[in-house]
């Protein structure tokens, strides 16, 4: 991660803005446990459902009641695994869209590069010890229940084997790829990858960096149009004069149009923003953490409306004005939606 210096118009403070992801998780963290409530619901909604079909018989006679219970469980596990527990521990993630022609896109993804390696050892290997197990066991039920001729319960091992079974398939083709189209896949984003490239320059050579560019060529399925988009750049915020003060703040690119767009290209300041003064000694690290909380159950914690309400409560933070945005219109070349955004650092005076 590279450091850049923002002198200012008092000559009072330095600012420092490193760009892009935090340092990667040390090497020794990937034998931690560093999602707990993870891994616990990964495993509850499963296991429950096992031990409910194997003793059943001990609470309630009723078939109905035990079928309800166990579907119930197994959907909530399906949805768990399929949605939460996959990204977190493996950081592998499947999911299907229908484009505005009604034609189905099955995408399987997985994180690339340094950010698989903040994945832990020990997570992965309990996910995939839970979902295989797991397909096992009701593959074996469903064996059982055909030579000790209870019919009734078949369905209720094929919905286990289904939905389980569902998850992992899924989670298979985004660890392996697939070289070969299935029957029911109509595309895949499978060995695409965004194409990233970052500079940062002196622009008035002085020892400090004055802006960083980034560009980017996000990958489209051949009919996918682009009419509008949202990105967040994360950057590591640093005082070093009277408080050292050290956040993860962020600049928010967005533009849309009616038109669809084959790039974007938007120049605009990243300036800091505080409501009260800041402290003129010590050390503040109150928002030295990530701005997005990558642990949280709860999808609405990923989302934008969220991200900002939270992120517009802080003390100090950054906004990204960017006036000089130009959205080119037409169909994107290669299949690739470029965005080429320069995020420039201005002299301020901070109080």
Known sequence: ?????????????????????????????????????????????????????????????SFIVSFVSIVVLLSMDFWTVKNITGRLLVGLRWWNHVDDDGKSHWIFESRKGSSAKKLSAIESQIFWLGIVGCEIIWVLLFIGTLFTLKFKWLMVVCVGIGLNGANLYGYVRCKIGSKKP?????????????????????????????????????????????????????????????????????????????????????VGDLKFKQRFPIGYKGTNNVYNKSIINSTSLLSESYDLSTIFANYAKRNFSTTFSDEYAVWKKGKPINDRFVVDATIKYPEETIL
């Open 1 to 61: 991660m590279n450091s850049q210096t923002i002198g200012l118009t008092d000559g009072t403070e330095d600012v420092a803005l490193n760009f892009g992801e935090e340092d990667e998780i040390a090497e020794a963290k990937k034998r931690k446990i560093q999602h707990p409530l993870a891994l616990v619901f990964h495993l509850t909604f499963r296991v429950l459902a096992l031990l409910t079909y194997l003793f059943c018989g001990l609470f309630s006679n």
């Open 182 to 266: 299935l029957s029911s896949v109509a595309s895949s984003f499978l060995g695409q990858q965004v194409f990233r490239s970052s500079q940062e320059t002196d622009e008035f050579f002085d020892g400090k960096k004055d802006e960083t560019r980034l560009l980017l060529e996000i990958p489209l399925l051949g009919d996918e149009n682009v009419k509008g988009i949202d990105m967040l750049v994360f950057f590591e915020y640093k005082l070093y004069t009277y408080q050292r003060l050290t956040m993860e703040c962020m600049a928010h690119v967005s533009r849309f149009s009616p038109f669809t767009g084959s790039e974007l290209t938007t």
